[in-house]
């Protein structure tokens, strides 16, 4: 009995349920996240290592005379470079970027370069957001990034309108890394919009955002899954990063403590929870995932690629692990970008898969994206998602087109439909929320 008495229980409780989490946040791993998603092909993936050289790029200053080139150089045409604007031009409202004119696979690219550690101007834009500070058609954005998207749009719309009414078969690409992934996924989203001033349809603007940064709610994230993909290289951390950026640049001198915090925080956090909260922002649109380790292995495996539009268990977890960083570099995702496009490449010739079937593996792919996004649409809806929409029955998507078609045409009219905006998300909130007594906004409980 005395024995049992001078045990500490608490404190054991205390510190076998912190090995327990311990151990199992060890143990998870960033392929956990995509196991059961589906295998990217090589027509869909075909574009990113290209997007990556694309990008790097922008931050040539004589793209004559290339200082950093990677292998097999940028594969650009200096000629086809319509302009390009650095700190000085665009007023530090957003990382320097370049619209280019690819007449060989017929795209007008605007690309938006990633954060510059030696420019305090890019840590305002990145940090210049607090948790529900800016909605956005029903949804909520990150608001330093949308500042940056509006900046871009209305500097350079009347340039993409002249050049889409030029090149009227071509596509409409965004593509950016890092600060400049949200940049142009919210640019996106502004252009989808503004459709009718820019004279393009719906299904001739794409987005290619690497390693972007937490930039909308769930709603929207998958709402425009049609048109935004992301890709993430393993254990990549700003795409899981749900604490206030502000925090994480502030504590980058103990970045394990930081880390192990935030895996705290998001372990202890219901899943449930996470979902109905409108406000919580997450990696945008359709998501790649390259996955290139195994735990417990040394070394780094052939890359496979990963693809869905998932509701829940949208990379929702920080991964510890000491590639968490580096994983973000833009070099290392074109690398490994490459290599997994050169693998699948590589398992299509051993298959020799004939033209034709090509063609009729690309229509089914298109399908199988549209019938994945409808379904990710409804699961939305089913999970009680603030503000998502269905699709309808005839494969259509008359809530969307309506409410992009009523974009900002003139400022008036932003205003009015902001207002309206406004105050249809606040009877939303009216109906699902109350205010306890210290001021925080919890669910409304059902009645019994």
Not at 282 to 304: D, M, N
Not at 359 to 379: F, G, I, N, P, T
Request: charged content about 25%; overall charge negative; glycine content about 6%.
């Amino acid at each position: 009995m005395s024995f049992i008495c001078g045990l500490p229980i608490l404190e054991c409780v205390y510190c076998l349920g912190c090995t327990r989490w311990a151990w199992k946040k060890c143990l998870y791993t960033a392929g956990y996240e995509s196991e059961n998603w589906g295998l990217a092909t090589a027509e869909e993936f075909e574009p990113i290592p290209r997007i990556c050289r694309t990008i790097l790029a922008v931050y040539e200053d004589d793209i004559r005379n290339p200082q950093w080139a990677p292998e097999g150089g940028y594969g650009i045409n200096p000629d086809w470079i319509v302009l390009r604007k650095d700190y000085g031009d665009n007023q530090r409202c957003v990382t320097p970027y370049m619209i280019y004119l690819d007449h060989d696979r017929s795209e007008i690219i605007l690309a938006v370069s990633g954060l510059n550690l030696a420019k305090e101007s890019d840590y305002i834009v990145l940090l210049d957001n607090k948790l529900g500070q800016t909605e956005f058609h029903g949804g909520y954005v990150h608001n330093g990034l949308l500042k940056a998207a509006d900046w871009v749009f209305d500097a350079e719309w009347e340039v993409l309108r002249k050049l889409i009414a030029e090149n009227p078969t071509y596509m409409l690409t965004f593509i950016g890394h890092s600060l400049g992934a949200g940049v142009v996924a919210l640019l996106t989203m502004i252009a989808l919009h503004n459709r009718d001033k820019l004279g393009i349809q719906r299904d001739r603007v794409k987005c290619y955002s690497i390693a972007p940064a937490r930039c909308m709610s769930l709603n929207l994230a998958v709402r425009y899954a049609d048109v935004i993909n992301s890709i993430v290289l393993q254990d990549d951390f700003l795409p899981r990063t749900t604490t206030a950026l502000e925090s994480v640049y502030k504590s980058l001198l103990c970045w394990p403590c930081l880390l192990c915090l935030m895996c705290l925080k998001d372990t202890c956090t219901l899943e449930e929870k996470k979902l109905r909260d409108p406000r919580r922002l997450y990696a945008p649109g359709r998501l790649y995932h390259i996955v290139e380790r195994k735990p417990f292995r040394l070394g780094r495996f052939p890359p496979i690629v990963r693809t869905a539009v998932p509701v829940d268990g949208r990379f929702d977890h920080i991964v510890l692990s000491c590639n968490a960083t580096s994983d973000h570099a833009i070099l290392w995702i074109e690398k490994e970008s490459r290599r997994a496009l050169d693998l699948m490449l590589e398992k299509d010739r051993h298959m020799e898969i004939p033209a034709a079937q090509k063609m009729v593996r690309q229509e089914s792919l298109a399908r199988e994206h549209s019938e994945e996004y409808r379904a990710a649409l409804r699961r939305a809806v089913a999970l009680d998602i603030p503000q998502a929409y269905s699709p309808s029955s005839y494969g259509t998507f008359h809530e969307i087109d309506a409410e992009e078609d009523s974009g900002r045409s003139s400022g008036k009219d932003s205003s009015l439909s902001h207002n309206k905006r406004s105050e249809s998300w606040n009877e939303f909130v009216g109906r699902m929320f109350d205010v306890d007594d210290t001021g925080h906004m919890v669910f409304k409980k059902t009645p019994p």
